[in-house]
């Protein structure tokens, strides 16, 4: 039965045993191994050239992006999920990345002031929520964001992962999981008052990608994450994955 919907999938992620096995479930294979290793790259290539004072980071989970990002004067992560940020919390520890400040809230009540922020980071988050809940998480980001302030997250691209769970013979995933196309993701940001400004790639020419982890992975690991890496980096369109760079109208 696929989790949907706003208060069920909110009671989900405060599963503890979901919680404890979240980033190894997720991604700690190879091929999601190097999805989390792109998604890092291209959110702080977007920190360094918007430069900002302060971000935000919502629905951080168990602190799998928010150890990893380059320092910001002012990084706020935001949770609901109280056994998330106890896992969070020990892992900033852990990677001593005191900088941050940890805030149990819902992301669809923001609890700061208009413009608080330069930048807000999600992953793993927007996806899974139906246009209606979209449309006003993206106005409360909208609100926090200071004027030409860039919101990055993540973007399933629909014919890939329509593509590849055929390939594992996966039927969906488990919580609501909404897929895009290029032109309906700018679309969509545009109806919201955001421009996307980039769409960085994650595996690309996926296809190939799944033959290269399915096969010549396990036998030369380092000749095939180089070869992964090198098909991202030459294929403009054909992605599993965006990072997306958006910034507010």
Same mark, same amino acid.
């Given at each position: ?52 004072? %302060?971000?935000?980071? !919502? &629905?951080?989970?168990? /602190? @799998? $992006? ?9 990084? #706020? *992560?935001?949770?609901? %999920?109280?056994?998330? !940020? &106890?896992?969070?919390? /020990? @892992? $900033? ?9 940890? #805030? *149990? ?145």
């Amino acid at each position: 039965m696929t989790v949907r919907g706003r208060d069920d999938i909110k009671s989900a992620y405060r599963d503890e045993s979901l919680v404890g096995d979240y980033i190894k479930s997720r991604f700690d294979d190879p091929f999601g191994t190097e999805v989390h290793r792109q998604q890092v790259d291209h959110v702080n290539a977007a920190i360094r050239r918007v430069r900002p004072a %302060s971000l935000l980071e !919502i &629905a951080c989970g168990p /602190a @799998r $992006l928010t150890t990893t990002l380059a320092r910001v004067e002012r990084s #706020v *992560a935001l949770e609901q %999920s109280p056994a998330m !940020i &106890a896992q969070a919390r /020990a @892992r $900033l520890r852990e990677a001593g990345r005191d900088h941050w400040t940890l #805030v *149990a809230a819902d992301a669809f009540d923001l609890p700061f002031p208009d413009r608080s922020f330069d930048m807000v980071v999600t992953a793993k988050f927007l996806r899974h929520f139906s246009r209606e809940d979209r449309r006003r998480l993206l106005s409360g980001i909208r609100r926090v964001l200071r004027p030409g302030g860039a919101l990055v997250f993540d973007v399933a691209r629909a014919s890939a992962y329509t593509w590849l769970l055929a390939k594992w013979g996966v039927a969906g995933s488990w919580v609501d999981d909404y897929w895009f196309e290029r032109n309906e993701l700018v679309a969509e940001m545009r109806e919201d008052g955001f421009r996307v400004e980039a769409l960085g790639r994650v595996h690309g020419l996926v296809r190939v990608q799944h033959y290269v982890y399915s096969y010549l992975h396990p036998r030369l690991p380092r000749l095939a994450t180089a070869l992964s890496r090198q098909m991202t980096a030459l294929a403009p369109f054909d992605a599993y994955e965006w990072v997306a760079v958006c910034r507010s109208e």
